[in-house]
């Protein structure tokens, strides 16, 4: 069974980094497309960054230019790189694991807690 653990959250100030990082099962991140997730309460998931199986990223204007998305198929795991924090970056992030963007389907991970304060 895949399984993904996230880590790298926490409490961080306004202008602050933090980067997540997103562990997979050997042999399994580097033939799958990748999706970095945010969610507030009341709110839907969003897709902030996604990275595919051939590296090609994308972002959602919110992160463009602060944030970064990679992967390193030879440690199973993904990162997402968050620079310039502002407090509205809140959320709690999970990375998904999936065949193709845009897919049905996929894994989660459980989800790492990021709060900017001042």
């Known amino acids: 069974q895949v399984q993904l653990v996230e880590s790298g959250g926490g409490l961080v100030q306004i202008g602050g980094s933090l980067r997540l990082s997103c562990a997979a099962s050997?042999?399994?991140?580097?033939?799958?497309?990748i999706g970095w997730y945010r969610q507030v309460p009341g709110k839907e998931r969003e897709l902030v960054a996604s990275?595919?199986?051939?590296?090609?990223?994308d972002y959602a204007d919110s992160a463009k230019g602060r944030f970064t998305i990679s992967r390193d198929n030879t440690k199973n795991t993904a990162y997402l790189q968050m620079n310039s924090l502002k407090p509205e970056d809140t959320a709690v992030y999970y990375c998904?694991?999936?065949?193709?963007?845009?897919?049905?389907?996929?894994?989660w991970g459980q989800g790492t807690q990021v709060t900017v304060s001042s």
């Open positions: 050997p042999r399994i991140l580097s033939v799958n497309d």
């Open positions: 990275i595919t199986s051939f590296g090609s990223t």
């Open positions: 998904h694991l999936v065949a193709r963007l845009g897919a049905p389907g996929g894994v």
